[in-house]
């Protein structure tokens, strides 16, 4: 018992073991050495003391799908839980994309969902286009929202469950001498009597969940460490109506280097309107370039336009170094969980809260016990087992397809292919990497390989000409 | 956006009764020294239909079909030598250049025009999509619902591009292969004393032949071998980057985090 208990200060915690009373001794390194956290199977109940008279206090910083998600999953759980968000009615820049599962994992009203894409074009740099989606059964799409409908439902949803939400500005927390004692929050309240200043206000807590995205103040505070970063730059544009019932159903994907250098320029439909847009990670500064290349590409289908907002996001590329530090945990975008090639978030960050809540839960067995590292933890072990083989999928197909025209062109021939649009969707819509027949898949290798060789071959031909 | 408001019908540019007589090769170099293509700036506003027909010579003019309802139109061709904007302020210059082939019908090459002595000539498909390609590049244009581009590189059978891409690769490939080969059994039978059957036998010497093919394979130009370097750290970058969360709480004797 001693023993698992003093690994256990050793895997779950850094300089905070010294301070325990609790465990006996260090045991030393070379011990732990073969233990492998998988291997270690601890229940935070023998470790943590019972909170006497109160149950578990846990803040939820920023309300976005991320933090509503995680919110809702606490207050289920039995554990006080409070929300704080700085802006309820915050029309965040987004794709909007969600996929089918989410509907059905988070209990999502159908009305949320602004248009079903059933339709996709991608088109290559010289504008071969291909449709995709014809593999599609009668019932999946890719459902698009309005983030402030969607964010403002989850955080409902949250509060219904028994969460407090708060709209405040977190500025900075301290944190805590021991094992056990709380965090101490810093914000600003905004109530609404006070007008727009706000009132500084503290507020202690057991744990902490930073869902405040891509800048995420949470992160600063525990020096989670930076990410590389894509800026996305979305123009909103009104288009006639006849050239918006093209749109119906149906968003673009343009590929290209005049679009962007190492991601796609896209053509999104949106409740009444398209969102037209592009995004870089090494090129920042010439967005604008990019931006004028994609509604370049696309003008003849938003001629007659009018642009009615212009907006623009950071992305995160990969996750930050330190994703949790004693018991602050992040999640979603301030995690980092953003996947490449594709740049899909919102179902990340939602499922990331939930399951650091779960944990959460878990490891304080319903907000009776304190909860230490080693419960958060648990939620980072599972989080990397489940998707990391997805987030590995989609960087080695942005790797291979979007680092020239050549290698785009052969992309977009390739999804012309129906066992590569079935594998797609069935991917994306579901989030589970679905076994493919082994034939069709070294077929797919064969033509995959064709496809990049060829494109290579005139683009060495086109280099051919310009000497 | 001004860009957006006037109604561009560029449609009639691809009018059906007028083709070209003559090939896009011919014309290319003429082309790009004759026109350049300005985009409306942003802050302009469109200006009327000035049909200004810029004093070109023939061969531009006869590319840009005349509009079929000259009272929107906006296709003007503003050249950078020219200088024949009688007078007029030129704001909006609406220059949609696209690409045209007396070959590239409905969005594909019409491979009946492709023929040599009754067969197609694959060659020639090949030289004229990458001349498509890299004309697209440098002047990247709108798709269009009306005219999709449909063609894919695949209908060219796998032997027209062994014969022209990998073959001669391979003749240089081979070539080297043999001369290092021939050279190293040479050398190491001098120092050694050991022949070239003994050498097969030996597995140094064997080591040796699988280092030799890989590097010819692999490092064709003197950039590949730091593009080769790259590729690997690439590769491995993402999966550090995951795993920086697991190495931060380890002990720094414990070696790699797990998975």
């Known amino acids: 018992m001693a023993t698992t208990v003093t690994l256990k200060s050793f895997t779950g915690l850094r300089q905070s073991s010294t301070e325990q009373t609790n465990f006996v001794s260090h045991v030393p390194s070379s011990l732990s050495l073969p233990q492998r956290r998988s291997s270690l199977r601890v229940t935070a109940s023998r470790a943590t003391p019972k909170l006497s008279n109160r149950k578990l206090r846990v803040a939820v910083i920023g309300g976005g799908p991320a933090g509503g998600a995680a919110a809702e999953t606490l207050a289920q759980g039995g554990i006080e839980t409070i929300l704080i968000e700085r802006k309820m009615d915050n029309c965040k820049p987004c794709g909007g994309a969600i996929p089918l599962c989410m509907v059905g994992e988070f209990n999502l009203p159908l009305d949320i969902i602004d248009r079903r894409v059933t339709k996709m074009k991608m088109i290559s740099p010289s504008n071969i286009a291909v449709d995709i989606g014809r593999t599609l059964k009668e019932h999946e799409y890719i459902g698009m929202v309005r983030r402030e409908v969607l964010d403002a439902y989850l955080r409902e949803r949250a509060e219904k469950s028994g969460a407090t939400v708060i709209n405040g500005l977190f500025l900075k927390m301290d944190h805590p001498e021991n094992w056990d004692s709380p965090y101490t929050l810093h914000y600003t309240e905004y109530d609404g009597k006070t007008g727009a200043t706000g009132t500084k206000k503290t507020m202690e807590v057991d744990a902490v969940i930073g869902a405040d995205g891509a800048n995420s103040r949470v992160a600063k505070s525990i020096d989670a460490g930076d990410y590389d970063y894509a800026i996305a730059f979305q123009?909103?544009?009104?288009?006639?109506?006849?050239?918006?019932?093209?749109?119906?159903?149906?968003?673009?994907?343009?590929?290209?280097?005049?679009?962007?250098?190492?991601?796609?320029?896209?053509?999104?439909?949106?409740?009444?309107?398209?969102?037209v847009g592009t995004g870089t990670v090494t090129h920042k500064g010439d967005i604008k370039k990019f931006q004028l290349a994609t509604r370049n590409r696309a003008k003849d289908k938003i001629l007659g336009g009018k642009i009615i907002r212009v907006e623009a996001h950071p992305i995160p590329e990969h996750p930050r170094p330190r994703r949790l530090s004693k018991r602050v945990a992040l999640v979603g975008d301030a995690a980092g969980y953003v996947t490449k090639c594709s740049g899909e978030g919102i179902y990340f960050a939602a499922k990331s809260g939930r399951m650091c809540a779960e944990a959460i839960v878990e490891g304080s067995q319903n907000?009776?016990?304190?909860?230490?590292?080693?419960?958060?933890?648990?939620?980072?072990?599972?989080?990397?087992?489940?998707?990391?083989?997805?987030?590995?999928?989609?960087?080695?197909?942005?790797?291979?397809?979007?680092?020239?025209?050549?290698?785009?062109?052969?992309?977009?021939?390739?999804?012309?292919?129906?066992?590569v649009q079935k594998m797609t969707f069935d991917s994306y819509l579901y989030k589970r990497v679905?076994?493919?027949?082994?034939?069709?898949?070294?077929?797919?290798?064969?033509?995959?390989?064709?496809?990049?060789?060829?494109?290579?071959?005139?683009?060495?031909?086109?280099?051919?000409?310009?000497? | 956006m001004a860009l957006f408001s006037p109604p561009i019908s560029s449609s009639s540019l691809q009018n059906p009764n007028f083709i070209p007589k003559f090939s896009f090769s011919l014309l290319s170099t003429n082309r790009f020294s004759l026109l350049s293509v300005t985009r409306a700036s942003s802050d302009t506003s469109p200006t009327a239909a000035t049909a200004v027909e810029a004093p070109e010579?023939?061969?531009?003019?006869?590319?840009?079909?005349?509009?079929?309802?000259?009272?929107?139109?906006?296709?003007?061709?503003?050249?950078?030598?020219?200088?024949?904007?009688?007078?007029?302020e030129m704001k909006t210059t609406e220059t949609v250049i696209k690409f045209q082939d007396a070959r590239w019908i409905n969005g594909t090459w019409d491979l009946k025009q492709f023929e040599k002595d009754g067969k197609t000539d694959w060659d020639s498909v090949i030289v004229a999509e990458a001349k498509r390609r890299k004309w697209l590049e440098e002047n990247p244009e709108t798709t269009s619902n009306d005219e999709p581009v449909l063609f894919d590189t695949s209908i060219i059978p796998w032997w027209a591009w062994i014969k022209r891409?990998?073959?001669?690769?391979?003749e240089l490939l081979n070539g080297r292969a043999a001369m290092i080969g021939f050279f190293m059994a040479y050398f190491v039978d001098s120092l050694t004393g050991v022949g070239l059957v003994d050498q097969m036998g030996n597995f140094f010497c064997k080591t040796l032949l699988f280092v030799a093919v890989a590097g010819v394979l692999f490092i064709r130009k003197n950039e590949d071998v730091d593009k080769l370097k790259n590729l690997f750290d690439e590769t491995t970058l993402y999966d550090k980057q995951w795993q920086a969360a697991w190495k931060n709480d380890d002990d720094e004797s414990l070696g790699s985090s797990k998975k």
């Open chain 1, 235 to 275: 123009e909103r544009i009104r288009i006639p109506d006849e050239k918006m019932t093209y749109y119906e159903d149906l968003a673009e994907m343009y590929v290209g280097d005049d679009v962007s250098p190492d991601f796609y320029g896209w053509v999104f439909p949106k409740c009444d309107h398209v969102a």
């Open chain 1, 367 to 419: 907000g009776k016990k304190m909860i230490d590292e080693g419960d958060l933890r648990k939620y980072l072990e599972k989080w990397d087992k489940t998707y990391l083989p997805t987030y590995r999928v989609l960087d080695v197909l942005q790797k291979v397809f979007y680092r020239s025209n050549p290698a785009r062109e052969a992309f977009v021939e390739m999804c012309a292919d129906e066992y």
């Open chain 1, 434 to 467: 679905a076994p493919g027949s082994p034939l069709e898949d070294i077929k797919l290798a064969v033509n995959t390989i064709g496809s990049l060789v060829r494109a290579n071959a005139l683009r060495r031909e086109i280099e051919k000409l310009s000497v």
């Open chain 2, 57 to 88: 010579p023939v061969e531009v003019i006869v590319k840009e079909p005349p509009q079929s309802t000259p009272a929107v139109t906006k296709e003007e061709i503003t050249t950078a030598k020219n200088v024949a904007v009688e007078g007029e």
């Open chain 2, 165 to 170: 891409y990998h073959l001669p690769e391979a």
